[in-house]
């Protein structure tokens, strides 16, 4: 449902919401009370939402991968091709357009500044291989500037081959993002079981993180409907802009409330090919090693990689004791390889069977 039907989840986006009203209403027929909590995600160059609208009655939008170093604002004027963004292909005067540009060998860099030069208003890079691509300016360039799919590139060729077209680049400085939170009829978390559902903007997101965002919703169901009470669940957004979801969820939590919580179980990318593995609190992921052991369940203990982080850092570093179950991808993270088609489900059972037992084990009296 999410990689599959809503598809690219980036925070502030209208697939983001899609998203977040599809698993509020989960949770609401299982019976539990849901809040949805808006916060403001921003100052994450790369996750910002960002479209490009085909202005006049050919009216189309299009989902852009904002660049690393972009500026943020709506950039609107006339599309210009600008082949492949070698010294000669920018037009002299580009004055408040949009230049499109093919990726090629030109560094992305030179591609900014020559729009800039020319005075464009915003530069626009096509991807010389299917998907949206990640991209960086080093130093930051004040233009508006994102990259567009190989196939959506296209589709703007085809409409400028018939005629000029108006169209605007808009980079959202801020967005509204949400976690959806879901409480059972006591009100009380002694648990928290959450994975992220936002996306990085060039990749659907079935790995990372539709697969433990699907882990959630079936503990929550399955809890519901073993009656396990004082278990709390919630779908996080904003992680992929630095945590923001989880950090806000920290915030709005009372004393009392942190107090209760006995742990917090992190599912992010939990559909890895990979035997799972346990990334924490050392105390809970020895408890949940020996649960697995005992259950005949396969589970390893590790830590995360330097560069790395998920949702279940913020509670560590609020001093709330919490676990992360997780399964080495097979190298689609963050790529518009990461599909449903492309998952790998094999630790998709077992890091839910032991999730399940976790909650059996930890606040259930
Ligand atoms: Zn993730």
């Known amino acids: 449902m999410l990689s599959s039907e809503i598809g690219t989840r980036v925070a502030g986006s209208p697939q983001e919401d899609a998203a977040a009203t599809y698993a509020s209403d989960q949770f609401l027929a299982w019976g539990y ?60 005067d580009a004055s408040n357009a949009i230049v499109l540009i093919q990726r090629d060998d030109v560094p992305f860099l030179d591609m900014a500044n020559r729009a800039l030069e020319a005075g464009a208003a915003g530069v626009l890079i096509v991807n010389k291989e299917p998907g949206r691509f990640p991209g960086v300016l080093e130093p ?59 996306t990085v903007p060039w990749s659907p997101g079935a790995y990372d993180n539709a697969s433990g965002s699907a882990i959630v919703l079936e503990l929550a169901r399955a809890a519901a409907s ?44 939990a559909a890895g090919p990979g035997e799972p593995q346990l990334i924490g609190a050392t105390s809970l992921a020895g408890q949940a090693k020996a649960l697995a052991d005992e259950l005949g369940l396969p589970a390893g203990i590790t830590v995360l990689p330097e560069n790395a982080s998920s949702d279940h850092t913020a509670f560590l570093d609020a001093g709330i004791a919490a676990l992360m179950l997780t399964a080495p991808d097979a190298g689609t993270l963050h790529t518009p390889d990461d599909t449903f088609e492309n998952l790998v489900e094999t630790s998709l059972q077992p890091i839910a069977d032991l999730g399940f037992a976790l909650l059996q084990e930890i606040g259930s009296p």
């Open 33 to 92: 009370d849901v809040e949805v909590q808006d916060f403001q995600a921003q100052g994450a160059d790369l996750q910002r939402h960002a479209t490009l609208t085909v202005e006049g009655p050919e009216g189309v939008e299009f989902i852009v991968a904002a660049l690393f170093g972009s500026r943020s604002g709506e950039a609107r004027g006339r599309l210009l091709d600008a082949g492949t963004g070698q010294p000669d292909d920018v037009p002299a």
């Open 226 to 269: 073993a009656g396990l009470s004082d278990h709390c669940f919630v779908l996080w957004g904003g992680e992929e802009g630095g945590l923001q979801g989880s950090r806000f969820l920290i915030s709005e939590l009372t004393d009392n409330e942190i107090e209760l919580l006995e742990a917090v179980f992190n599912y992010d990318a």
């Open 140 to 198: 930051a360039v004040d233009i508006v500037a994102a990259g567009i799919s190989q196939a959506d590139g296209a589709v703007l060729r085809e409409l400028l081959a018939k005629g000029d077209i108006e169209v605007t680049l808009d980079v959202r400085e801020s967005v509204t993002a949400h976690n959806v939170f879901a409480r059972p009829a006591s009100g009380t978390c002694r648990t928290l079981s959450g994975g992220h559902y936002d």
